[in-house]
Antibody, heavy 123, light 107 residues
C-alpha cells in the first residue's frame, strides 16, 4: 500500500516560489509516475505534472513555464517548485501516483493520493 | 487539451435511488477514462478506470460504461456514504484533464 505525505510552507508571498515535497512509503520510488494535482478552494482538480523515476517529466502546458518536478530516489521523495506565484495559485496541492499501464508503461489514472496541503499565496 | 464536461453539475437524490452521471470528452478518448469520488477535505478516491473496470475495494453498486466521447457513472442504489462530488478524468493524451465535477446531494 503506497502512502504519500506532502510537506512544505502553507503561505507563500506573491511572485515567490512555492516548494512542496512528497514523501513516499510502502513502495519503491522506482515504480509509478509521481504526480502533482491541485484544487483551488471550492473548485475542481487540475493536473500539474509528473516525473518518472528515470527523471522523465511532463507538465501541464498551462503551467509548464513555471513548474519543475524533481525526484530524490535516495530519500524516496519527489518535489514541486512553482515560480512566480499569484493568488490564482492558492490551492490544496496533492501528490499522487499515476499507474503505469501497458507495454509502453504509459501513465494513466491516479490511484494513490496524499492527504493534500493547502498553500495560500498572500502578502 | 481534451476538454471533459460533466452533467449535471449538481444532482439531488435519495438513499436507494439509481443515479447516473455523464461525462463527455471533446474528442475521442477510447476507454481511457477514470472516475473519482471526493468528500469535503479529503483527497479524491479512484472508483473506476479504463471506463468500466472497478478499482479494488470499491462497492459493486458503482459501475462505469462508455467509450469514445460519452461515458457514464452509475450508482445502482445510493447509500448515505455516496453523497460526495464525482470527477471524471481522461488519460488519452499526455495532458491529463478532469471534468468540473458533479455534486451528489441528499434530496
Amino acid at each position: 500500500q503506497v502512502q504519500l505525505q506532502e510537506s512544505g510552507p502553507g503561505l507563500v508571498k506573491p511572485s515567490e516560489t512555492l516548494s512542496l515535497t512528497c514523501s513516499v512509503s510502502g513502495s519503491s520510488i522506482s515504480t509509478y509516475y509521481w504526480s502533482w494535482v491541485r484544487q483551488p478552494p471550492g473548485k475542481g482538480l487540475e493536473w500539474i505534472g509528473y516525473i518518472y523515476h528515470s527523471g522523465i517529466t511532463n507538465y501541464n502546458p498551462s503551467l509548464k513555464s513555471r513548474v519543475t518536478i524533481s525526484v530524490d530516489t535516495s530519500k524516496s521523495q519527489f518535489s514541486l517548485r512553482l515560480n512566480s506565484v499569484t493568488a490564482a495559485d492558492t490551492a490544496v496541492y496533492y501528490c499522487a501516483t499515476q499507474y503505469c499501464s501497458g507495454r509502453n508503461c504509459d501513465p494513466t489514472m491516479f490511484d494513490y493520493w496524499g492527504q493534500g496541503t493547502l498553500v495560500t499565496v498572500s502578502s | 487539451d481534451i476538454q471533459m464536461t460533466q452533467s449535471p453539475s449538481t444532482l439531488s437524490a435519495s438513499v436507494g435511488d439509481r443515479v447516473t452521471i455523464t461525462c463527455r470528452a471533446s474528442q475521442s478518448i477510447s476507454s481511457w477514462l477514470a472516475w473519482y469520488q471526493q468528500k469535503p477535505g479529503i483527497a479524491p478516491k479512484l472508483l473506476i478506470y479504463d471506463a468500466s473496470s472497478l478499482q479494488s475495494g470499491v462497492p459493486s453498486r458503482f459501475s462505469g460504461s462508455g467509450s469514445g466521447t460519452e461515458f457514464t457513472l452509475t450508482i445502482s442504489s445510493l447509500q448515505p456514504d455516496d453523497f460526495a462530488t464525482y470527477y471524471c478524468q481522461q488519460y488519452q493524451s499526455y495532458s491529463y484533464t478532469f471534468g468540473q465535477g458533479t455534486k451528489l446531494e441528499i434530496k
